[in-house]
């Protein structure tokens, strides 16, 4: 069974910045990619960070140059780093590994950026 345990939301203010943190629980951790998605309650879930087994990257339009994704597969472990947060980040973010068998997803953890 493979899991994932987000970590690291919190509420902040505009210009601050977070680093979420995912822990997997899974063998050969290292040849899975990795993705990051948020969603508000009233829309559906949007991918904002994609990170490749092989260390490529892809950010939505949206996100690029404030969104860092990387990894640590010694500790299998995902991150987004997330700079000069803007209110219209506020939401419950999610990570999931892609693997050939099946997609697994985190329980979220939520980011609220207010003033």
């Known amino acids: 069974q493979v899991q994932l345990v987000e970590s690291g939301g919190g509420s902040v203010q505009p210009g601050g910045s977070l680093r979420l943190s995912c822990s997997a629980s899974v063998s050969l951790f290292s040849i899975y990619s990795m993705e990051w998605y948020r969603q508000v309650p009233w829309d559906q879930r949007e991918l904002v960070a994609r990170l490749g087994s092989g260390g490529n990257t892809n950010y939505a339009d949206s996100t690029k140059g404030r969104l860092t994704i990387s990894r640590d597969n010694a500790k299998k472990t995902v991150y987004l780093q997330m700079n000069s947060l803007k209110p219209e980040d506020t939401a419950v973010y999610y990570c999931?590994?892609?693997?050939?068998?099946?997609?697994?997803w985190g329980q979220g953890t939520q980011v609220t950026v207010s003033s």
């Open positions: 999931k590994l892609n693997s050939p068998v099946a997609d697994y």
